[in-house]
């Protein structure tokens, strides 16, 4: 069975601090990954996805970015954090490039102060 | 504005009940998917219904989707306690190799003893 795992669980930063979120994927090759961010009582906003390692499309610009440094492994990292980053970001991973089946992590919740 | 939106922001049932949550979308679509959402955890796909497709079942679970009037709903019946949660529709977007669900802002559900 596949397992999709995310860390840390929740963080508090400051603003201008860095940051790093990262997601696991296990019991699956080469999944289709993203990262989803979703405001306090907002809706889902895809942000990034990978079909393969080393490849990342960005699909909203919101000074963050994402790597996929292993088959297994999505990070989404910026270098300064943002007041308006704040919310809870998503990893997901779907077995196919049609991607209509997405199955989530359990999420890290951010705050920025 | 959002290509799908649920018609309302909130419902609240008692246990055994039935209950109904409706969506609409503006674009024409391959598929559209229900999603649930408990407090603090990722979305869980419910039922991806395509758009040859008129209803779905999955368990308590009813989809339906009319393509002529552009929505869907879902039903639940025999409601229980961990039904609670926010319920959203996505449609499907494919652009460059990635599929893009766009979720409306969701339809928060609970269901009361």
């Known amino acids: 069975a596949q397992t999709i795992h995310q860390w840390p669980v929740a963080e508090i930063k400051a603003v201008g601090s860095p940051l790093s979120l990262g997601c696991t994927i296990k019991?699956?090759?080469?999944?289709?990954l993203y990262w989803y961010w979703q405001a306090t009582g907002g809706t889902l906003q895809q942000l990034f996805y990978s079909i393969t390692v080393g490849q990342v499309e960005s699909v909203v610009q919101l000074n963050l970015s994402a790597s996929r440094p292993k088959d297994d492994q999505f990070i989404l990292s910026t270098e300064k954090l943002l007041l308006s980053h704040s919310g809870f970001y998503l990893c997901a991973w779907s077995p196919d490039r049609g991607g209509d089946t997405q199955y989530f992590g359990p999420g890290t919740r951010l705050l920025v102060l | 504005s959002q290509l799908a939106e649920e018609n309302l922001w909130a419902l609240s049932v008692h246990e055994g009940e039935s209950v109904t949550v409706n969506c609409s979308y503006k674009?024409?679509?391959?598929?559209l998917q229900w999603y649930r959402q408990k407090s603090g955890e990722g979305p869980a796909q419910l039922i991806l219904i395509r758009s040859n497709e008129r209803e779905k079942r999955n368990g308590r679970l009813r989809a339906t989707l009319d393509t002529s009037s552009q929505s869907s709903s879902l039903s639940i019946t025999a409601t229980r306690c961990e039904d609670t949660a926010v319920y959203f529709c996505?449609?499907?977007?494919?652009?460059?190799?990635?599929?893009?669900?766009?979720f409306g802002k969701g339809t928060s559900l609970v269901v009361h003893p």
């Open positions: 674009t024409s679509i391959t598929a």
């Open positions: 996505a449609t499907d977007w494919a652009s460059g190799g990635n599929y893009k669900p766009t």
């Open positions: 019991g699956k090759s080469s999944p289709n």
